[in-house]
Nanobody, 116 residues
Framework: QVQLVESGGGLVQPGGSLRLSCAAS????????MGWYRQAPGKQRELLAT???????NYADSVKGRFTISRDNAGNTLYLQMNSLKLEDTAVYYC??????????WGQGTQVTVSS
């Protein structure tokens, strides 16, 4: 079992920055890939970025060059640095962990609102 808790969301002006965190606990050693998703009202959940246990990263075109995913050395915390935020980045942001046992785990989400 893996538990995930996101934090760091909030209200920010267009062009601003936020850093989201996701604290992982439980059987962390089983985590193969972690990622960030978001879901805006009336839209499907969207994959933003992933990072493997080896540190390989991938990004959606919508956030490439603006967002950076990273993990601490112990693998306990996942981060999403978000720069140059746009109005359309407003959504609930979710942390995800995919394990070597082919299980998916999700956090409860954190709200990011970009507004002037």
């Amino acid at each position: 079992q893996v538990q995930l808790v996101e934090s760091g969301g909030g209200l920010v002006q267009p062009g601003g920055s936020l850093r989201l965190s996701c604290a992982a606990s439980g059987t962390i050693s089983s985590i193969y890939t972690m990622g960030w998703y978001r879901q805006a009202p009336g839209k499907q959940r969207e994959l933003l970025a992933t990072i493997t246990s080896r540190g390989n990263t991938n990004y959606a075109d919508s956030v490439k060059g603006r967002f950076t995913i990273s993990r601490d050395n112990a693998g306990n915390t996942l981060y999403l640095q978000m720069n140059s935020l746009k109005l359309e980045d407003t959504a609930v942001y979710y942390c995800n962990a995919f394990t070597t046992r082919l299980s998916d785990y999700w956090g409860q989400g954190t709200q990011v609102t970009v507004s002037s």
